[in-house]
């Protein structure tokens, strides 16, 4: 049983906040409130959580929303309780009040959303809960933790398929960027094979600034980078546990808000430091990827990657935790040699069957293929996953196109330097002999007398480590972990050894992102600056005060509006986007006091009118009551109607003197009706 899909506008700008959907959700919202089984593979920041939440309201019944980690979890429940939506957690997390606040709602009847972690589907106990509170639909959130394919697995996923049939209810699964393999499995595993309705919405994010470097004194690129967007929350992802602290050290010691996190932390020193970055602004993370799907703070200005990531789909969930608010976001990945020489050996030295290891080389080649790019990054990104599109204009390529020349030349004496080596070699002991380098490696093993011995002079030793670099990024060699990583030719290098395809390669300029790209362009003009810093002081008190994250209270997006828009009344704070109903009794004042200088007076039940149609109506009927308190000649004994009776003739807009008098009563009726009507009947 569902409720109307009309529903769904309403329930958007009274629980949410916000006028419209974006683009997709509508869709989704409306297949999943229908009762369809979905799978919805959106981009990380499109708003996937509102295309479960919403429908949860629309339906009778509990939705059930499997989830992979605790801090994601609480921060959904905070966020929807704060707009007025009985939602609890069920998690190793809770305080015992927590729990029991969940199941008192749980046995009233009121709770709309419970989120639990697949762990706890293994417990008996689970099973004969779910059945026996009323479970309508089940949701599952990052549904890729279901997929051997997927970067993130989770085993305990494969129960929620065992759910779905025990409770014989619709199953909507959620997530992002997912290739092919992937969905296939999900489809699989949840689905049980039978295809459900699949919505496939673009991956394309526009506020993302997209960037790559080859590393060239990687701690300081980062460092630069860093210092062109101070005081903006950030997030550095490195490749060790060791580096994460080092650097973090490192962006303290430049006068930044930063801390490190990763796996080896004990757990409570984890907790503290995805609370600091949830509350605090500014703060910068540098971790491991252990630090990922739990954060669900909208306004991340920047992520950079220390070191390359392992898949193209990792890369893209990384950078997508950036500016979920839709405000513009940067991103600088460096890379290097060695990063691919470490990320080839991962996956040779792992032990995945060999059809999985073919596949997972060929994710890292797309990743290789977007790093040594050569022409616009968003097309080849978007490509991988299947999508087509005109040159972005906002990535690093086509802020500054990339120097490019015909490297078949050096390619082919590269390629042949290692077969004359007879793939024994790494790139070192490679580039020494095309440089005609005296060392002792090379005397004793007669290298000097190899014909490609000096024929790479042309090039000196940084120049050849680039184009090694660009060949490992091409495919065109890969690091033999048997032969203790010397460099080995593929099949895609054999043309052209033998002089029947060329290539073109990159010309290392070795700019520095940071350096070429302008400081981070301000949120609002220099005009609505002082406002904005007023508005974000009174988020932080509240929400220190409440002790949740201040994105709780409103996200940035909603200050910028408020900022620039500067709402004078109630009424026109209610059109802000993000201010819901609950929202604008619980703060609309607060921050309407901000931005005028003054409180506004208004009674309770007309604040729930605000920004609606109706709101005015019993503006204007008020107006009319009062002129009649006392009758039309005013010597008539005082008689009014109260707030909640005028309220709802405005909502309800009656049509006639019958209509009316069933609302007010005969007494109230007879001297107000007329009036009333009249108003009503000029509203249209």
Known sequence: MTAAPSDAGALLRDVFGFDAFRPGQDEIVQAVAQGENVLAIMPTGGGKSLCFQLPALMRDGVTVVISPLIALMRDQVRALQE??????????????????????????????????????????????????????????DEAHCVS???????????????????????????TATADAETRDEIVQKLFDGQAPRSFLRGFDRPNIHLAFAAKDSPRKQILQFAAARKGRAGIVYCGTRAKTEALAAALRDEGHSACHYHGGMEAEDRRIVETRFAREDGLIVVATVAFGMGIDKPDIRWVAHADLPKSIEAYYQEIGRAGRDGAPVETLTLYGSDDIRLRRAQIDEGLAPPERRVADHARLNAL?????????????????????????????????????????????????????????????????????????KIRERRHDQLPTYG???????????????????????????????????????KPILKGEAGITLRRDSLKKSAERRPAVKALV??????????????????????????????????????????????????RVNGVGAKKLERYGALFLEVITGASEEMHPTRRKLAGREAGALYDQLMEVQAQLARGEGGIDKPLSCSAAQLAKVAKLRPGDAQGLERVLGDRRAERFGAAFLDVLRQAG
Not at 100 to 123: F, I, N, Q, S, T
């Open 525 to 574: 003009s220099d005009e609505d600056a002082p406002l904005m810093s007023a508005l974000k002081a009174k988020r932080r008190a509240l929400a220190e005060s409440a002790k949740v994250p201040a994105y709780v209270i409103f996200p940035d997006r909603t200050l910028i509006e408020m900022a620039e828009q500067r709402p004078a009344t109630l009424d026109q704070m209610a």
């Open 148 to 174: 051997q394919w997927g970067h993130d697995f989770r085993p305990d996923y494969l129960r929620i398929g065992e759910l779905r049939r025990a409770l014989n209810v619709p199953l909507a699964a959620f």
């Open 455 to 493: 024929a790479g002079k042309d090039y000196d030793k940084r120049q050849w480590q680039a184009i090694f670099r660009q060949m490992m990024g091409h495919d065109l060699v890969r690091p033999n972990p048997e032969r203790h990583g010397a460099l080995q030719m593929t099949e895609a290098a």
């Open 83 to 140: 707009a007025g939506v009985s939602a609890g957690a069920l998690t190793s997390g809770n305080t015992d009040e927590e729990t029991e606040a969940v199941w008192d709602a749980l046995e009233a009847g009121r709770l709309k959303l419970l989120y639990m972690a697949p762990e706890r589907l293994a417990a008996g106990s689970a099973m004969g809960m779910l059945r026996r509170i009323g479970v309508s639909l089940i949701a599952v």
């Open 368 to 440: 290789l293929g977007l790093a040594e790019a050569l022409t616009c990054r968003r097309q080849t990104l978007l490509g991988y996953f299947g999508e087509t599109s005109e040159p972005c204009g906002h990535c690093d390529l086509c802020d500054a196109p990339a120097d490019l020349f015909d490297g078949t030349t050096a390619v082919r004496k590269a390629l042949s330097a290692i077969l004359r080596t007879e793939e024994w070699f790494g790139a070192g002991h490679l580039i020494d002999i095309l440089t005609g380098a005296d060392t002792g």
